[in-house]
């Protein structure tokens, strides 16, 4: 929300600097995002008044104006705008002025004509762009005047506004949290005075399902024109385009009082007003030019004929108020949050009002702001008489809020004092307190209506803290020494995961816990449609339902990437997953490698690129030596893994089939991993301590084994053989070599060639080449009789 501090300087004295100001708003909560400079201080721009206007000689699109800009001669300026007339005032660019993008206005020739100056745009001077054409100023306005004497320097804070606080969406309510920060008075600013009440009110009703306050005036005899300059600096001031006096109106009440309004032709209103239920394909056409289909879960006003506006969000441009109009009706209401928030999501509209009924406005005010709004209309555009304001609502309990106040809350001075950890007087809490709007009471505080945030005793001492400063409140050690817990392990074995998998090259990702009804890689789990936990009101389509794995996630994070002209992807992600079933969440840890395994340099050209097995490495590396892979029969991918640690299932792992590879945009293989973190701890997964090895001081022997084996046979099952035979003089098993050939020539079809180097080391001595053999001996005879290999020697 953009706020003025011209504006806020008219209700209460601000800090000297605009640095103190958002730093004293920070500090309390409320975040300022952006801070900035308006106005127009160009040097040589000045106010002319249009003294003639005949057509360009050489161009049908020029006029050749004459103008006054207080010198006492007249300027020719060639100008292409349509929207003037002899006797406007306009902002002149003399020569030397500089506008905006560095633009410097000179003497020159247009078409062979001579142009002294340039009439500007509002676009061109740096402010909110209007109507096609000059900048119109007011007749008032001085001839030769400075342009800075109209549109006076302002400075313009963006805040971000936290759900819980819209009593903060109005200047009044900004007013009041720096006035209670920094303990200076508000001076309200004197209003319109009261019209005269004259006619019937409009008819209204309330036919909702979801809970509403209603209120109508009728204002008669108005004469719709521009509004006032001081107002129209106000709006344009935070970027609100000015449009006539009775919906600047309106908006100024807003932005004053946080209560949105809306202005009916009521020429254009047939019968009654009512807030009700959409009708199934209803079709509405908004002030903004657009169609929408309504259903039955919107809200709408509607007379007797159709709709003429969506429930707080935006206006019918069938009933909408335009030069013609001499009599309006003036709405205010309250609608649910509920109901607005789901309308306008769903048809993608929002609006200024729809974002402060979205958060909840004060009911108490609605009432207030309307009769606000009519006064000021009063004044800006003239009225025979404002009739008294026609209610209706659904509910009684909002009926009881606007004419009862909030349950006192009782406050302990002792307990402030405990929770702040520092001495604060009686005196200073009932001006804090008292600051903030709250009444004290014999049972308590008393909250306003506009802050039903404030329900518990912890809210009012928040509040206290807030205004005190939590930097100002002492610092005390009061830790203690606390035993490891379950939650503590699991981040250390995360943090741990990640440092591993970092130092393999691979980057962090994080992705939405939200995913499409179908999300990428639901299919390669065997995970049932079922099992989904479904998301009861979805914002948008691409998040209706809760992942039910990392994949989507981090295979969108692949297409990304490789449409950006990344080489290589290599992602992690560990976060929850949910599911249907119990316990619902799961932590896992998610793993996606596509591309080559690194860059091209001179020395290594183009690279290899990654494939299965750096997948498997990667995945052993994190969980241990007892992890072990066994083939998944999975249609939905090229090539499907379960992993397993000590025999217990702890994930799965696999290679997309090249289309789905493609449609990732990926040339190359896509490889991914997922892993339970909960199962890999329960299967044993090594948190202890590493343990030391000397460095081996004897040398160590090398022999070679060559067999023949089934090509079913697993290398797993080999080198589990080898290793758990018990030999203590071996060190290291490794595959070298294997060797296919289809056509059964070189090897026999339905076996495979594999080559291994088995190395043999004592950490005691140097062995003897008979000890190897023998050793080297007993394996062999080991792989024969409990595998049925051949050798080959």
């Known amino acids: 929300m953009k706020v003025s501090l011209n504006w806020l300087r008219e209700l209460v004295e601000l800090p000297p600097t605009v640095a103190e100001l958002v730093d004293l708003l920070t500090l309390a909560g409320v975040e300022v995002e952006g801070v900035e400079t308006r106005g127009v201080a160009i040097p040589n721009v000045v106010v002319a008044e249009i003294r003639d206007s005949v057509q360009h000689p050489n161009a049908d699109r020029l006029r050749v104006c004459q103008v006054e800009a207080g010198s006492g001669a007249a300027r020719q300026i060639v100008c292409g705008a349509k929207n003037y007339k002899v006797g406007d005032k306009v902002p002149l660019a003399l020569p030397g002025a500089k506008l905006p993008g560095d633009f410097t206005i000179k003497v020159g020739k247009l078409r062979g004509v001579e142009s002294q100056g340039m009439l500007c745009s509002a676009e061109e001077l740096g402010l909110p762009k209007g109507e096609d054409g000059l900048l119109i100023l007011s007749p008032d306005a001085r001839v030769g005047a400075p342009i800075a004497e109209l549109f006076e320097g302002d400075t313009i804070l963006d805040l971000e506004i936290t759900p819980n606080r819209p009593d903060l969406l109005s200047n009044v309510g900004i007013a009041r949290e720096i006035a209670t920060l920094t303990g200076k008075p508000i001076v309200p600013k004197p209003g319109p005075n009261e019209p005269p009440v004259v006619g019937e009110p409009p008819q209204v009703a309330v036919e909702s399902l979801s809970p509403c306050y209603y209120t109508a005036r009728r204002i008669a005899g108005v004469k719709v024109a521009a509004c006032p300059d001081w107002m129209r600096k106000r709006l344009e001031a935070i970027g609100v385009r000015s449009i006539n006096n009775i919906v600047d109106v309106t908006n100024f009440i807003m932005l004053a009082s946080g209560q949105p309004l809306h202005a009916f032709d009521a020429a254009k209103l047939t019968g009654t007003l009512r807030v009700r239920q959409a009708t199934a394909g209803e079709p509405f056409r908004a002030l903004d030019g657009k169609t929408y289909t309504l259903e039955p879960a919107d809200l709408v006003i509607a007379d007797d004929a159709r709709a003429v506006a969506i429930a707080g969000i935006m206006g019918g441009e069938e009933s909408g108020v335009t030069s013609a109009t001499t009599d309006v009706v003036l709405e205010s209401a309250y609608f649910d949050p509920a109901s607005i928030r789901r309308t306008s999501r769903r048809l993608g509209l929002s609006s200024d009002s729809s974002y402060r009924f979205e958060r909840g406005v004060n009911v108490a005010a609605v009432d207030c702001a309307g009769a606000a709004a009519a006064r000021y209309i009063a004044d800006c555009a003239g009225t025979t008489g404002v009739s008294a304001p026609a209610t209706a609502s659904n509910d009684p309990t909002l009926l009881a809020r606007i004419n009862s106040t909030l349950p006192s809350i009782a406050l302990r001075t002792a307990r402030v004092r405990t929770l702040l950890g520092a001495d604060v007087s009686e005196d200073r809490i009932a001006q804090i307190l008292s600051g903030f709007g709250l009444v004290k009471s014999s049972e308590g505080w008393v909250p306003p209506s506009f802050r039903p945030d404030l329900s518990r005793e912890v809210d009012l001492i928040e509040e ?113 997953v949910y599911s249907a079933q119990k316990p619902e969440e799961f932590t896992h840890l998610g793993l996606v490698l596509s591309g080559t395994k690194a860059g091209r340099s001179w020395r290594t050209g183009e690279g290899s690129e990654a494939d299965l097995f750096d997948l498997k490495g990667i995945v052993e590396n994190l969980c241990g030596s007892g992890t072990q ?67 081996p001081r004897f040398p160590a022997v090398t022999r070679d084994i060559a067999l023949l084996a089934p090509t079913a046979l697993a290398h797993a099952q080999i080198e589990n053989t080898l290793r758990s035979a018990g030999e203590t003089l071996l060190a290291e098993v490794s595959l070298f070599d294997l060797f296919t050939d289809p056509s059964g020539v070189r090897v026999p079809a339905g076996q495979k060639s594999l080559a291994y180097s088995l190395t043999y080391r004592s950490p005691e001595r140097t062995l003897t080449a008979d000890e190897v053999n023998a050793a080297h001996g007993r394996l062999k005879e080991r792989l024969k009789s409990n595998l049925g290999v051949a050798l080959r020697e």
């Open 464 to 576: 206290i803290a807030r205004v005190i400063g939590l930097d100002q409140i002492p610092a005390r050690l009061q830790a203690r020494f606390a035993a490891s817990s379950k939650t503590d392990k699991a981040y250390d074995r995360q943090m741990n995961l990640r440092r591993v998998l970092a130092a393999q090259g691979l980057a962090e990702a994080r992705s939405v816990t939200l995913v499409p009804a179908e999300p990428l890689g639901l299919a390669f789990t065997h995970t049932s449609p079922e099992n989904l936990r479904r998301v009861r009101n979805p914002m948008i389509d691409d998040q209706v339902v809760l992942r039910p794995n990392l994949l989507h996630g981090l295979l969108r994070a692949v297409r990304h990437n490789l449409r950006a002209g990344a080489k290589s992807v290599r992602l992690f992600e560990i976060g929850r």
């Open 629 to 695: 892979f066994t083939a998944d029969a999975n249609p939905a991918l090229a090539l499907s893994l379960v992993i397993q640690v000590h025999g217990k299932p702890v994930g799965f792992a696999g290679q997309l089939w090249p289309k789905e590879a493609r449609e990732l945009d990926a040339s190359a293989a896509v490889l991914f991993a997922e892993i339970d973190l909960d199962a890999l701890a329960r299967a044993g997964q090594a948190d202890a301590a590493k343990q030391y090895r000397d460095i």
